[in-house]
């Protein structure tokens, strides 16, 4: 699992690799290699929900399943002028049932990838191109020029933010890392230990303590290195990075599931999510710097 998870360092969406781990290994050792090409089978395997199972059977089978994504929803929301949030999960059943509907059963696949393209290329959130668009003769949005009103939405949450404190603990001339559990969000990947600020909480002292929470050690030597912005499908974070060293104790986790210490050159041995990313290149500066 950790070689797929290096392989699929930085794309995101870790559980989707993840998932197709698990269904691969399932197929190989259950279905002697063999997709199943039915519905009722292929939605089960790890990760494959209605827009997986219907893109995959229709696009490598030809099955007669609609594929439903967000550009679809655009399409059809204008197309019959659809007032139904597209982003509800109350309007699932209606966008499923019209894209049934519209689909051509004799070329699924084509049709599935058609529709696909059309509300990325075409039928775009803004400003669409309906003078190049093939079905505008048939799109009720477009004769009622009103198709900057679909689709309609529901207004977003704001995203939340949050402030993490990060501890690169040097322990003569390794680093500790931890692993993350295997489900979640960032499930499997490697990190290095740290935790939330409480509010109004400075960002050593919230390091001090989450070290001594996360890992059960006591540090010292804090040295700010920098700090990164990064966002995820839902929230935000803003992390403080400080490099540190080892004061005392033993690694007992609370949180993690694994931890190693290891050498800075060794770190490209081991998957670690984006946040991540946007710092490991400045610790062997950092650490030469500051002689810790």
């Not at 594929?67 to 309007?91: C, E, F, M, Q, T």
């Not at 109004?200 to 700010?224: Q, S, T, Y």
Request: aromatic residues 10%.
């Amino acid at each position: 699992m950790q070689d797929v998870l290096k392989a699929w360092e930085g794309m995101g969406y870790y559980a989707r690799a993840r998932n197709l781990h698990k269904a691969s290994q399932l197929i190989v050792n259950e279905m002697n290699g063999i997709i199943p090409e039915n519905y009722s089978d292929f939605i089960k395997l790890p990760g494959a929900g209605d827009y997986i199972s219907a893109a995959v059977l229709s696009l490598a089978f030809d099955k007669p399943y609609a594929v439903v994504d967000g550009n679809v929803k655009r399409v059809i929301s204008r197309l019959l002028r659809i007032y139904a949030p597209v982003s509800s999960s109350s309007s699932r059943k209606i966008f499923h049932e019209k894209a049934d509907l519209l689909l051509d059963r004799s070329k699924p696949g084509a049709f599935n990838q058609a529709m696909m393209e059309l509300g990325a290329l075409i039928c775009r959130p803004k400003n669409p191109d309906c003078n190049a668009c093939p079905v505008a003769s048939f799109c009720l949005a477009f004769k009622t020029n009103d198709q900057a009103k679909f689709p309609v939405t529901i207004r977003a949450r704001e995203t939340p933010e949050y402030h993490i404190s990060v501890a690169v603990i040097f322990k003569n001339e390794r680093v500790l890392i931890t692993r993350r559990k295997s489900d979640g969000l960032l499930g499997g990947l490697w990190e290095f230990p740290g935790g939330r600020r409480q509010e109004g909480e400075p960002a050593d002292i919230a390091c001090i303590r989450n070290i001594k929470e996360k890992v059960n050690l006591n540090i010292d030597n804090l040295d700010f290195i920098t700090h990164v912005n990064h966002a995820y499908s839902h929230f935000k974070i803003q992390v403080d990075v400080f490099q540190c060293r080892f004061k005392s104790g033993r690694v007992a986790l609370k949180g993690p599931v694994d931890y190693r210490w290891i050498f800075l050159a060794e770190l490209e041995n081991f998957p670690f999510h984006a946040a991540h990313h946007k710092f490991i290149p400045m610790l062997n500066d950092s650490h030469e710097d500051r002689q810790i």
